[in-house]
């Protein structure tokens, strides 16, 4: 199939029915789903943005210093940004294809592979979206006890960002969702991709490295342009220097993410009926 | 005359240097159960597979209600409706979730859903279990549940792969009796199973596969004939000249008789049953009538005809 079509279908009404059904799932136990993301910001902040903050110090940002935690902050949104959907995609995709065999009923019926792709995709994101507005409304709460800068008027384009950065996450976790031969093996998108990409991205901690192999992977990472694009949305109000980098870089993968996701996904299914 | 609804012609599918499936044509009418029979290996779920969208033919042509599958794909999936062999409930829903949810992968939308559900719900016997989880359903019950599900848009033609493998004979019967009923309501059947009771209980017409080929295709009793006649000698594990016999089948007349526990079952002519019996007055010898079972027991034997 033409890949253009195979994007397409993002807009077909099957890849929402498999959204749909992910969402209803969703409403069940949303409230414990929540948990998660609402303590977690809190446990962190606590740690690094309270307690490292005092030996930290100040953190260069867009040519001027800021406090650590109003630096980690956005950080934190970024990471959360990405953390949700990848994981989401890696192990809960999982469970719905290899153990529940929840895909082979749906693909019984009108839904094809590449909606399938489509929908987890969509919803992966989506929790990404929700998780980081969640983790900004506390995190707005401890800007309005004064221990941070925090501009919540900034939180539309922050989450429009996360959407975006979280399909493309999705998609790219969904390549090791198709090929990892059991869960256990998911340790190696989690400690050798997910963990690297998180080091190499300004989110908990600044990078000041004079290596050029790590300005390159920074400058490929899209967690990075992220979080220095958050940081800029909620810290100066602006959509700051990183701006094209996230929206490029997190456009580009989704599209080749998705593409390859699709095929291994399609070889799998087939192979494993 | 009303148009066949599934007439596929010329199918093959390749998997790597294997043809897995190699030619095969097929019909199935409305209000009929088609039944794929063969050994393991002679490319029925393949071709299951390939007849409800899932697979691509390599060669060949699949036409449903008179339209091409290829060109019309999404359209004729939702004329049909897959019962899968592998438990696929959803278990993150409860019974009648099940049914909804399943229903929202299909466009058009099943019109009046909730009179639909109670219908399927009434006619499978899971009314009661309406609100549980189909985690705590038995064995019988789940495949009602996703033999209601593959049906709750109202297909034209319905795909079963070996339904009732794992259920205890009770749950086999009620489920035949669902499936007579779906046949009486017109909805053309696609069958595999490895039950040959249940395939001479349920097929109207039968194609016998091996090794992706259609080798007999027809009614039952006209199937078995073609390729057992219409007798099966049987010689008793305890007769005293059981092993002598053996010999005499396969060097003298060139049979290969079966083992069934210590008996010998294996086609024979009246002529040859009157010699053997006369020959062997207390052998205990008899004849029965041929089953799918004794047909399947040879296609497995020798590989294929």
């Known amino acids: 199939m033409h890949a253009l079509s195979l994007l397409l279908s993002v807009f077909d009404w099957r890849s929402r029915a498999v959204l749909g059904r992910n969402f209803k799932v969703f409403l069940r136990n949303w409230k414990t789903a929540m948990l998660p993301p609402a303590m977690e910001p809190v446990v962190y902040f606590v740690a690094f943005g309270i307690g490292l903050a005092t030996y930290v110090g100040g953190v260069p940002h867009e040519g001027r210093m800021v406090d650590y935690g109003s630096w980690v902050a956005p950080g934190m949104m970024a990471y959360t940004a990405f953390a949700t959907p990848y994981y989401e995609a890696l192990y809960s995709a999982y469970v719905r294809m290899f153990y529940q065999k929840t895909w082979d009923g749906i693909l019984a019926t009108q839904v094809e592979i590449r909606h399938l792709v489509w929908g987890e995709i969509l919803w992966a994101g989506l929790r990404g979206v929700c998780n980081t507005l969640v983790v900004g409304i506390v995190l707005s709460g401890f800007a309005a006890a004064g221990m941070l800068s925090f501009d919540f008027a900034a939180i539309p384009a922050v989450l429009a960002l996360a959407a975006l950065a979280g399909f493309a996450f999705a998609a790219f976790a969904l390549i090791f969702t198709a090929i990892v031969p059991a869960i256990d093996h998911m340790n190696y998108p989690v400690f050798l991709i997910g963990l690297p990409l998180s080091f190499v991205s300004h989110t908990y901690f600044p990078i000041e490295s004079q290596s050029s192999v790590v300005e390159a992977l920074m400058g490929l990472n899209p967690l990075y342009h992220l979080a220095e694009t958050f940081r800029s949305l909620l810290l100066d109000g602006k959509l700051g220097s990183h701006f094209g980098a996230a929206v490029g870089s997190s456009f580009a993968l989704l599209v080749l993410a998705y593409l390859a996701s699709y095929a291994l996904t399609r070889r799998r299914v087939v192979r494993d009926a | ?305």
Request: glycine residues 10%.
């Open chain 2, 1 to 305: 005359m009303d148009a066949p609804l599934l007439v596929a012609e010329g199918l093959v599918k390749r998997f790597g240097e294997k043809r897995a499936v190699d030619g095969l044509g097929l019909r199935c009418e409305r209000g009929s159960v088609l039944g794929l029979l063969g050994p393991n290996g002679a490319g029925k779920t393949t071709t299951l597979r390939m007849l409800y969208g899932f697979l691509e033919p390599d060669e060949g042509s699949i036409r449903l209600l008179g339209r091409e599958f290829r060109e019309h794909r999404e359209a004729l999936k939702r004329e049909i409706g897959v019962c899968t062999q592998d438990d696929s409930l959803d278990y993150d829903f409860s019974v009648v979730q099940n049914l909804e949810v399943y229903a929202s992968y299909f466009r058009p939308k099943v019109p009046d859903l909730g009179a639909r559900i109670d219908e399927l719900l009434e006619l499978f016997g899971l009314r009661e279990y309406r609100d549980a989880s189909p985690s705590t359903l038995s064995g019988g019950y789940k495949r009602r549940l996703i033999l209601a599900r593959s049906i709750v848009h109202r297909p034209k033609l319905l795909f079963l792969d070996e339904p009732t493998t794992g259920l205890d004979p009770s749950a086999r019967v009620a489920l035949w009796r669902i499936v007579d009923r779906l046949r009486s309501e017109g909805l053309g059947i696609i069958l595999t199973t490895h039950y040959m009771d249940e395939a001479e209980r349920l097929a109207d017409r039968l194609v016998v596969l091996s090794r992706g080929r259609t080798i007999a295709e027809g009614g039952t009793k006209e199937v078995i004939a073609r390729f057992l006649g219409g007798n099966v000698l049987v010689v008793p594990g305890t007769a005293a000249a059981r092993d002598a016999i053996d010999r005499e089948l396969r060097e003298a007349h060139g049979l290969r008789p079966h083992q069934i526990l210590d008996d010998l079952h294996v086609p024979v002519t009246p002529e040859l049953f009157a010699e053997l019996a006369a020959r062997h007055p207390d052998a205990g010898l008899s004849l029965r009538r041929p089953t799918l079972d004794d047909l399947f027991l040879r296609l497995d034997e020798e590989g294929g005809l």
